[in-house]
C-alpha cells in the first residue's frame, strides 16, 4: 500500500487551513459577514515622491512612482476600489489612518458610498478626513478616492474596509493606487 | 500496517483539533481577552417599517415601527446602577446610507457613587441613560436607519467588567429612552 500520495494531500490540507488562520487574523468579525472590518487591505509608506534622497522612494503596498515628480508638495494619492459605476451597485465602507510627517498631520480620512449602476452614479456619499479628500467616478467608471498631501514627504498609512449594505468584501489587493499633482485620474 | 494506519489517523484527528482550537483562540485572545474587545456587536438593517419594510440581520431583531425615520438605536449594556465604581467606553462604526452619513460615535461613563457619568461624542446624536430597571443604555438616533451596517467595540476598566460579544442587547424605538 502506498501511503505517500494520502500523506501529501493531507500535508497540503493542514497547510490550507493555517494559511486560513492567518489570513482571518485581520477580518474583524467574520469573513463575508456584514459588519465585519477587513484590517490592513492596503499599507505603506512613501519617503518622497522625487529625486531628494536618491528617490523616488516607496515600499509596502505602494506601487513604483514611475518618473519622478518636481517636487513631494501637493500631491495626490487616488485609491481606486473593486467597483465601476457603469457595472456594479455596491455600498462601501473605507477607513485611511497614517502620519503625513511633511504636512505635520494626522491622516484619518472615512469615506462611505454607493456605486449605483442603474443611474451611473456615485450615491449618498460622506467623506470626513484631515487633508482635503474627495469620492468621485472616473471617465472609465471606476470609484476612486483621492487624498490631497500638501507634502507628501514621510507619509506612512494604512486602510481597513467594512463590508456594509450590499457591497462585498474588500480585502488586500483589491485596492490601486495612482499617483498625480491631479485631482482626476483614469485607471 | 494497521498499526500505522490507526496512528496516523489518531495523529490527524489530534492535529485537526488543534488547528481548531488554535483558530478560535487566536479569535477570542483578538476581539474579548482584553480591555479592547473588537467586534462586539454587529447588525445590518435594512428598515424599521413603513415603505422601506422591515429587515435585519446580525446580532439583533427589529421590530416594526412603521417607518423608518427618526429612528433611535438602544444597545444595552451589561451594567447596572446598583453597580459601583464601575465605567465603560464603546464605539460604533459604520455607514448609514439612508441619511447619506458616515458612522463614528463613541459612548462613555459609568456608575459612581449611585451616580451615572457619561460623556458622548460622534457624528449622530447619542445619550446613555438608565432605564426604569436600572440598565445602563446607549442610545443613537437617525434621521433614517434605512441600510445601516455598524460594528461596535468595546473598552473596559478590567478583565472582571469587560463587556464582549453576546453582552450587549439591541432594540429600535421611535423613543429616545426605552426599558429592556
Known sequence: MNIASPILNYTSKVKAKINRIIADKDIIGNDNVRGSIYR??????????????????????????????????????????????NADSKMFWLKIRGYCFGGSQIIDTTAVGYSYAVTKQLLNTQVSSVQTAELYADTNGNVVLSILFPSIYYVTLEVDSMMVGNGTPIKHGMLQVKYSKSNRVVF | ???????????????????????????????????????????????????????????????????????????????????DKVSFLMRMEGYNYGASKIIDVAWSGGMS????????????????????????????????????????????????????????????????????
Open chain 2, 1 to 83: 500496517m494497521t498499526t500505522h494506519m490507526t496512528e496516523i489517523s489518531r495523529y490527524s484527528y489530534s492535529l485537526k483539533k488543534l488547528l481548531d482550537d488554535t483558530a478560535a483562540l487566536m479569535k477570542t485572545l483578538r476581539d474579548s481577552n482584553s480591555f479592547r474587545a473588537q467586534d462586539v456587536f454587529r447588525a445590518f438593517i435594512i428598515g424599521t417599517g413603513g415603505p422601506s419594510g422591515v429587515g435585519v440581520t446580525g446580532d439583533m431583531a427589529v421590530d416594526n415601527l412603521g417607518q423608518t425615520n427618526n429612528v433611535y438605536l438602544h444597545l444595552k449594556l451589561p451594567i447596572t446602577n446598583a453597580q
Open chain 1, 40 to 85: 490592513n487591505i492596503f499599507k505603506g509608506f512613501i519617503r518622497t515622491v522625487n529625486t531628494q534622497e536618491s528617490g523616488p522612494y516607496v515600499s509596502g503596498d505602494f506601487p513604483a512612482v514611475g518618473a519622478p515628480f518636481a517636487d513631494n508638495q501637493n500631491i495626490y494619492l487616488h485609491f481606486r476600489l473593486p467597483y465601476n459605476i
Open chain 2, 113 to 180: 457613587e449611585g451616580g451615572l457619568l457619561k460623556s458622548v461624542s460622534g457624528t449622530h446624536p447619542v445619550d446613555v441613560y438608565v432605564d426604569t430597571n436600572g440598565n445602563l443604555v446607549c442610545s443613537i438616533f437617525f434621521t433614517s436607519i434605512y441600510f445601516t451596517t455598524f460594528n461596535v467595540e468595546t473598552m473596559c476598566q478590567d478583565d472582571s467588567k469587560r463587556i464582549i460579544r453576546g453582552h450587549l442587547q439591541g432594540k429600535v424605538s421611535l423613543a429616545p429612552q426605552i426599558n429592556f
